[in-house]
């Protein structure tokens, strides 16, 4: 049951066709292209025209060696007209191009089945045969691929170019499983380390990506790696000048420390085998090296953010943050953090470091502390003998070491930072720092507040001691790093309300002028990327203010200035930015209201929640089609290929926002939104993958599969929306049973792959729902998935009420719901043991009837289908169905004593002569 796409011209769509032709025929294959596509979009997606299109441009897009293009049009064809020949042929043309030759051989041997004498056909499988030989025997000589490649790298007399060659075969070796464990088996290790050096970069960067692939998940062989190597010599190449070397050799450890404390993925056999020490001992021995090393002052900035990358990429582990904890990790993590900061007589912090450092020494504090365990004593005690020390003390670098380190642990575990905000003389301190006239002092003490203050607990405290500080240093002061701090401080203790009316900090309007002051920090260009990052911060926690959402929505300098920061490298900015988008969407989570306890607040004088009317559904809508306008999916989709969960979520969140309104949906796809909500769907947190399967059965719902996920897309998307069908919101399921429903009237691989990704005992299950769209939603998706063998044998064999409940559905009143129980009956009818299920259901040639007279032409054809199926199966359930006026309805047909549509009087004409046939009627009966 296809969704509605609008309106259709067969004649348009024929005319475009014969004109592509006479392109085609003359070469152009652009102009043909662009005439095919014109015919598809006028024609019906479910006709044979519209699969001659699609098998035409395929042809195309051969011409002009666009493989995927081609692939994708020949299944949208086969997708209509099933195992067609031409359409198979195009296919299996395109995907051997795109280096698919299974695939391609089995669509070569799917056409000659169907039509075993095509000539083409079978030269291709013949070609397609000797391909995939040949391919075999490359695999099986890995062996010698592996043995070739370290003899002409080790060769003294082969020239640099080759050794380079030599080096990328081996790592693109080595990240297959089979090559990594014949590099392994044949001495690889020893033998790379044995020419690697860090003189030559471009040579090592290789050599070290295959160390890194060798030990993947297997802890024998990340054991040889780390002793052949040596934790000394790591150190040394993350030491190194280069950054690319440093970071792969960071890789190395990372993967090393996984498979340690993971799973192996394949059984170790015979010389693959190595002797383990105790694999904690491993971790132990990395991390100590990791933590020692990320603290001298003779390390890159690069070296020293890829170490605190492994420690971010690990500490997700509750081993490895035990061994973190036992190397007081904490500390050492807190020590590079205070040592980046700039000391105070203005020259550089005592380590080097990228601006990006801090934020990752962040999201590692961060991370160890969620998952340290409940008892996190340890973890706050070292943060408190580093922290707190340091600021009570005269020594100013010492008083900026420990503002610094106060801000990473604010940002990265906000309860653990806000609650040494609030120890003794900390806050104080920290004020006193701000005011003081050392800039670095100032700088380091207004960063740390800028972090807290977005926590309603410590915006207390400030507004009682630190708001008049801010607003002095915003004002009076001549540096716009510390002025911008100070400002970002101020615009989150205004936005401590969450958007309640009722509970504003600040006297309205204050947002507003916050947000212009942040607003001239994001648009100017005279202003540095880390200071336009700061007011990006402060307008995204402005912008749960209805009036400055409103404003920013139609502010197009300051969207473009918004987008244009979100594509920087520094992703800390992304999910301010998400943030922000969220807010002018309304997208966040909402209060359920509750009038009756609302009065009794409003009645007792309590705050009472209160949205501002900027935050109607009107203006929401408004400001949704301002930034669809302004090129929000694209930025959106530039944006989606990073890798924080949260900030997946929140751009999951706005694609959703914008997919609610059904006339964003063909944007959305155009400019690829639907693509990349695909992974989001598969891999985030758990909310963000239901709100992005959402977004994607909204889309799947109004617009055609085949071009809202083409090709592959449309197989991969069905994982999402059946894990959408367990989802507690009704709206949810209902919307992924429509999006299912579509796509399983696509074709039997899609209704396949429904089945594989076990979701067709779910969409059974919400056919037992009270509520009629859900059953109706539910039972309509059963109808299409009953064209798959599998499903049809399952309620044809079934021993259960299953044939049942489709009868009792067919004489329901909700005309959807009987339309689609009566529709997968007339098809399970073709089985004689459906037939004998039916009839014994006391009421089913009652409901039989009711279908067959209802002005409904759909269900009067499925009631007159039913009643034609059971007559021809045999005189006793014959004359049940005659019984009680049937034969009069049949007459009545026949005889055009009542009007019915022309598939009714065929189907009635049928069975009257069934009946006969049964000798239950004279033939002058049907005369």
């Known amino acids: 049951m296809a969704a509605a796409t609008g309106e259709f011209s067969m004649e348009d769509a024929l005319r475009h066709k014969e004109e592509g032709n006479g392109h085609f025929s003359g070469g152009k294959y652009s102009e043909a292209i662009t005439s095919y596509s014109s015919?598809?979009?006028?024609?019906?997606?479910?006709?044979?025209?519209?699969?001659?299109?699609?098998?035409?441009?395929?042809?195309?897009?051969?011409?002009?060696?666009?493989?995927?293009?081609?692939?994708?049009?020949?299944?949208?064809?086969?997708?209509?007209?099933?195992?067609?020949?031409?359409?198979?042929?195009?296919?299996?043309?395109?995907?051997?191009?795109?280096?698919?030759?299974?695939?391609?051989?089995?669509?070569?041997?799917?056409l000659l089945h169907v039509d075993p004498k095509n000539k083409a056909g079978m030269e291709l499988a013949s070609h397609l045969r000797n391909l995939l030989s040949a391919k075999v025997q490359v695999r099986e000589s890995t062996e010698g691929a592996v043995s070739e490649s370290f003899l002409e790298l080790c060769k003294p007399d082969s020239d640099r170019a080759t050794k380079l060659q030599m080096a990328k075969n081996i790592a693109i070796l080595a990240a297959q499983e089979g090559g990594a464990a014949k590099i392994f088996q044949n001495g690889g290790v020893p033998r790379i380390m044995s020419i690697l050096s860090e003189d030559d970069t471009e040579i090592a960067q290789p050599l070290l990506r295959a160390l890194a692939a060798i030990c993947e998940k297997h802890k024998a062989r990340a054991a040889a790696v780390i002793h052949e190597v040596s934790l000394e010599r790591f150190k040394k190449l993350i030491s190194c000048a280069s950054g690319k070397l440093a970071v792969t050799a960071a890789y190395i450890l990372h993967q090393a420390i996984e498979a340690f404390t993971g799973t192996d993925k394949v059984e170790h056999k015979g010389s693959d085998t190595a002797v383990v020490t105790p694999a904690m001992q491993e971790v132990s021995a990395i991390l100590r090296m990791a933590f020692d090393t990320m603290q001298s002052p003779d390390l890159t900035a690069e070296g020293r953010n890829s170490l605190v990358d492994v420690v971010v990429q690990v500490a997700g582990l509750p081993a490895v943050n035990k061994v973190i904890m036992g190397l007081e990790g904490i500390t050492s993590l807190l020590s590079v953090g205070a040592g980046c900061a700039e000391l105070s007589d203005g020259k550089p912090g005592l380590l080097t470091s990228s601006p990006a450092l801090r934020m990752h020494i962040a999201v590692a504090l961060g991370n160890i502390y969620d998952n340290v365990g409940k008892d996190k004593t340890q973890f706050k005690k070292e943060c408190a003998l580093f922290i707190c020390p340091k600021l009570v003390v005269s020594d100013l670098d010492k008083k900026i070491q420990g503002a610094t380190a106060l801000s990473a642990v604010v940002q990265g575990c906000s309860d653990l930072g806000n609650d040494m905000l609030g120890r003794e003389n900390v806050l104080p301190n920290l004020l006193k720092m701000a005011q003081s006239e050392n800039l670095a002092c100032q700088l380091a003490a207004t960063e740390s507040l800028a972090h807290a203050a977005g926590d309603k607990s410590r915006c207390t405290a400030l507004l009682g001691e630190g708001v008049e500080a801010l607003k002095a240093l915003f004002k009076d002061s001549t540096d716009d790093r510390v002025r911008i701090r100070a400002l970002v401080a101020l615009c989150k203790m205004a936005s401590t309300h969450g958007g309640n009316v009722n509970a504003r900090t600040f006297v309205e309007g204050a947002g507003r002028r916050l947000s212009k002051q942040c607003r001239s920090f994001l648009v100017s260009d005279d202003q540095d990327f880390q200071n336009r990052k700061w007011a990006a911060e402060g307008m995204a926690f402005l912008s749960l203010d209805a009036e400055v959402k409103e404003d920013l929505a139609k502010d197009k300098p300051a969207l473009e200035a918004l987008f244009d920061l979100a594509k920087h490298e520094d992703k800390s900015l992304l999910y301010g930015v998400s943030t922000a988008l969220v807010n002018m969407t309304n997208s966040y989570d909402k209060p359920k209201k509750n009038e009756e306890l609302e009065k009794l607040g409003e009645f007792a004088g309590e705050n009472v929640p209160k949205e501002h009317v900027l935050d109607d559904e009107d203006f929401v809508t408004g400001r949704i089609d301002t930034l669809v306008e302004a090129g929000v999916v694209p930025t959106i989709v530039q944006l989606s290929n990073q890798t924080s969960h949260s900030s997946r979520e929140q751009l999951s969140r706005v694609l959703l926002a914008l997919a609610s309104d059904q006339k964003h949906r063909g944007v959305i796809v155009q400019q690829g939104g639907a693509k990349v909500l695909i992974p989001m769907a598969l891999e985030g947190t758990a909310k963000g993958m239901n709100i992005a399967a959402q977004a994607l059965a909204k889309i799947g719902i109004t617009t055609n599969p085949q071009l809202a996920f083409p090709g592959q897309r449309s197989l991969e998307v069905i994982r999402p929306l059946v894990r959408l069908l367990r989802a507690e919101e009704g709206l949810q399921q209902f919307e992924s049973l429509m999006a299912l429903t579509n796509l399983a009237g696509m074709g039997d691989d899609h209704r396949k792959r429904i089945l594989r990704e076990k979701g067709f005992s779910w969409i059974e299950n919400l056919m037992f729902e009270d509520h009629e769209m859900l059953r109706r939603a539910a039972t309509e998706c059963v109808c299409n998935m009953i064209y798959n063998e599998e499903v049809f044998e399952i309620y044809a064999a079934d021993q259960g009420d299953k044939v049942k409940l489709l009868v009792l559905l067919s004489g329901e009143e909700d005309p959807g719901l009987a339309r689609a129980a009566s529709g997968a009956l007339a098809v399970l009818a073709n089985d004689e043991r459906v037939i004998t299920k039916m009839m014994t259901v006391k009421s089913t040639v009652e409901i039989i009837h009711q279908l067959v007279v209802s002005d409904n032409p759909e269900l009067s054809v499925r009631g007159m289908s039913l009643m034609y199926s059971l007559i021809e199966h045999g005189k006793e359930s014959a004359e049940k169905v005659i019984e009680n006026n049937g034969l009069e309805m049949l007459l009545a047909v026949v005889q055009k004593v009542v009007p019915s549509i022309p598939d009714v009087y065929k189907i009635a004409t049928e069975a009257i002569k069934a009946l006969q046939k049964h000798g239950l009627i004279e033939a002058s009966k049907r005369e």
């Open 39 to 110: 015919g598809i979009k006028c024609c019906p997606p479910t006709v044979d025209l519209c699969a001659i299109l699609y098998r035409n441009r395929a042809a195309c897009y051969l011409k002009k060696e666009l493989w995927k293009n081609a692939a994708s049009d020949a299944t949208a064809a086969l997708a209509i007209t099933p195992n067609e020949s031409k359409a198979l042929f195009r296919r299996a043309q395109a995907l051997e191009k795109l280096g698919s030759l299974p695939e391609a051989f089995k669509d070569i041997k799917m």
